[in-house]
C-alpha cells in the first residue's frame, strides 16, 4: 500500500466519519443543522437568478440532488486534501477541517428556526474528523517509516487498512442513522399517518365527464401525489406535526390571530380543484400539476383578524423561514385562496407542505402556494418582500396564460394517415375560452377543449389531424383565455414574472 494513496483515503475515511456524526447529531438537534445541508442552503439562499433559472431548465425538480451531489463532491475533493496535507505533517489539513465545520456550524446557527444546538452537529463532526485524522496520519506515517517489506511493515500496512475500513463504515452507519433518527423523532411522519382528513363541509362536486380527452400520452386531469411537480428552497424538508402546528396572523389588523390546528380542521372546510403553476416553468415545461385540495378558506381569517385600510399585501412565512408576498385583494376577492391540508384525498405530503400549506387560484406559486405555513403577517408591498423579489423576481406574479402541446412530443415519427394532436391550456382564475393549432404557415384551427372543471383548473383539448404529407412539419398552439385574451406570441424567459411563447414542437410524419 502506498502512502500516496493512503493519504487521500485517509483524508476522506475522516470526512464520511465527521459528515455521519454530525448527521446523528442534527437527527437528534434538527435535520436542516447537518453541515452539508447548512451550507448548502446558503448557496440556494443566494443563487443569482440565472443560476436558479438555469439550474432548473436543465435539472428540473432534480435540482436539489443536483447541488447536494456537487456539494458532497467538494466535501470529499476537500476532505482528500486534508489527508494529503496531515500525512505530511502539515498543520494545515487540520486547519482545514476546523475552518470547514466552523463555517458550517454559522450557517447553520444563522438559520431562521436556529437555536443554539444548531452548531453543534458541524463542530463536533469537525472535532472528530480532526481526531480520526490525527490517528490515521499517525499509522500511516509509521507505515511509511517500517521498511516496507519486512513483517512489520506488512502488518502496519494491513492495520492501517483495517482502520480506515473500520471508521468508513461507522461513518455511513452513522449517516444512515442520523437520516433516520431525524424522521423519526420529530415524529412529521407517524403525525401525519395517525391523520384522518376531516370531511369538508363544501365538498368539490365529483369531476365532470370529459375533462379528460382520452388521448394515449395525455396525464390525468387530476396528478397523483407521487407525480405532482415540487419546487423549494429546502434542502431538508421542514417536519413538522399537525400536533405542534400553529398559525399566527399578525401586522396590520385589529387583533391577533392564533389558529391550532384543531381550531382549523374545526373550520368550514371546502374542497377545490387548482391547477399550481411555478414561474420557472419554461414555455412547454412540465412544472405544473392540478389537486383537489381541502383546506380552510383565508378570508373569513383575515376578517377575525380585521385587516387595516392600508394594507395591500400578505405575507406569508414557513417554518424554515421561506416567504411569499400575496397581494391583499386576492385573498379576499372571492377567489377560493386556502389553507390547504388535504391533496387528492391524503394529508399533504411532506415535501408538498405538511401539514398546512397556502395555494391561492391565479398566481404563480412563489408569490402564493407557502407550504409548512405558520405565519401570516399583513403588510404591504412598500414595507415587505417576499423570498424571490430581491432575488430578480417580480414582487407580484399572476399566471400568464399559457398552453403546451404534450402529444406527440417534440421530434417524435407519427403515422401520416391518422394521428391526433393533444396538450393542455391554463390561464388560472380566467379559465380557457379556446385553443388553436398551427401547422407550419397554416391556417390556425381550433382544437376541441375538454369539459372545463373549474376556471381555476388547466384545460385538455385536441384535434385530430389527418392526411399530412409525409415529411417534417412545425406545430404550435395557442390559447385564449375566458376573458378573450389571446396569449401572447412574445418570447421571454422566466424570470421576472413567467415565460410567455407559443410552444411549438417538430413532428416528422411518416
Ligand atoms: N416553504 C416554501 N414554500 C414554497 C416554496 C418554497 O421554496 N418554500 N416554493 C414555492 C414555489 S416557487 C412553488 S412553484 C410551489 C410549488 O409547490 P409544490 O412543490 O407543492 O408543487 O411552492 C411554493 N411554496
Ligand atoms: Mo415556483
Known amino acids: ?69 456537487t456539494a458532497y463532491l467538494i466535501a470529499a475533493a476537500l476532505s482528500a486534501l486534508a489527508g494529503v496535507l496531515t500525512v505530511r505533517g502539515r498543520g494545515a489539513g487540520i486547519w482545514l477541517v476546523l475552518g470547514l465545520g466552523t463555517l458550517a456550524a454559522l450557517a447553520a446557527a444563522t438559520r431562521p428556526e436556529a437555536s443554539l444546538l444548531s452548531a453543534l452537529p458541524s463542530l463536533l463532526g469537525a472535532a472528530a474528523g480532526m481526531f480520526v485524522l490525527t490517528h490515521l496520519a499517525r499509522a500511516i506515517r509509521e507505515h511509511a ?51 384522518t382528513l376531516p370531511t369538508p363541509a363544501d365538498p368539490a362536486p365529483a369531476l365532470p365527464s370529459g375533462v379528460e380527452v382520452g388521448v394515449d400520452g395525455m396525464e390525468p386531469f387530476l396528478t397523483p401525489n407521487a407525480d405532482f411537480y415540487r419546487i423549494d428552497t429546502a434542502l431538508s424538508v421542514p417536519l413538522l406535526t399537525a400536533e405542534d402546528w400553529s398559525l399566527r396572523i399578525h401586522g396590520l389588523v385589529d387583533r391577533e390571530v392564533t389558529l391550532t390546528w384543531d381550531q382549523l380542521v374545526a373550520g368550514d372546510l371546502v374542497e377545490r380543484d387548482l391547477t399550481l403553476m411555478c414561474v420557472s416553468n419554461e414555455v412547454g415545461g412540465d412544472l405544473t400539476s392540478t389537486a383537489r385540495w381541502i383546506g380552510l378558506p383565508v378570508k373569513p381569517l383575515l376578517e377575525r383578524a380585521g385587516v387595516g385600510a392600508d394594507a395591500d399585501m400578505v405575507l406569508s412565512k414557513s417554518s424554515d423561514g421561506w416567504t411569499a408576498s400575496t397581494p391583499l385583494e386576492t385573498l379576499t376577492d372571492g377567489r377560493d385562496a386556502i389553507l390547504a391540508i388535504g391533496m387528492n384525498g391524503e394529508p399533504l405530503p411532506l415535501e408538498h407542505g405538511f401539514p398546512v400549506r397556502m395555494v391561492v387560484p391565479g398566481l404563480y406559486g412563489y408569490v402564493s402556494a407557502t407550504k409548512w405555513v405558520v405565519d401570516l403577517e399583513v403588510t404591504r408591498f412598500d414595507r415587505a418582500q417576499g423570498y424571490w423579489t430581491p432575488r430578480g423576481w ?57 369539459t372545463e372543471d373549474t376556471v381555476d383548473t388547466w384545460r385538455q383539448w385536441y384535434l385530430p389531424w389527418s392526411g399530412a404529407p409525409a415529411g417534417r412539419h412545425t406545430v404550435q398552439v395557442r390559447a385564449t383565455d375566458g376573458d378573450g385574451a389571446v396569449q401572447t406570441a412574445d418570447v421571454a424567459p422566466p424570470a421576472p414574472d413567467g415565460a410567455t411563447g407559443w410552444h411549438t414542437i417538430q413532428v416528422t410524419v411518416g
Not at 440556494?44 to 436558479?52: D, G, Y
Open 1 to 69: 500500500m502506498r502512502t500516496r494513496l493512503l493519504a487521500p483515503c485517509a483524508g476522506l475515511v475522516s470526512g464520511v466519519f465527521a459528515l455521519g456524526l454530525a448527521e446523528v447529531i442534527a437527527g437528534v438537534v434538527s435535520p436542516a443543522s447537518a453541515p452539508v445541508i447548512a451550507l448548502g442552503d446558503v448557496v440556494v439562499a443566494n443563487v443569482p437568478p440565472w443560476l436558479k433559472d438555469f439550474a432548473i431548465s436543465a435539472f428540473g425538480t432534480h435540482d436539489k440532488q443536483v447541488l447536494l451531489g
Open 145 to 195: 517509516a517500517a521498511a516496507p517489506r519486512t513483517v512489520a511493515g506488512e502488518l502496519a500496512g494491513r492495520r492501517a487498512v483495517l482502520g480506515l475500513g473500520a471508521v468508513l463504515a461507522l461513518g455511513v452507519a452513522a449517516g444512515g442513522l442520523g437520516n433516520w433518527l431525524g424522521a423519526r423523532l420529530r415524529g412529521a411522519q407517524s403525525s401525519r399517518e395517525a391523520l
Open 394 to 450: 417580480s414582487e407580484r406574479g399572476p399566471v400568464k396564460t399559457g398552453s403546451r402541446i404534450d402529444v406527440p412530443a417534440n421530434g417524435e415519427t407519427v403515422d401520416g394517415g391518422k394521428t391526433v394532436l393533444a396538450g393542455v391550456a391554463w390561464a388560472e382564475h380566467r379559465g380557457i375560452g379556446k385553443v388553436e393549432v398551427r401547422i407550419g404557415e397554416g391556417a390556425w384551427q381550433e382544437a376541441t377543449l375538454g
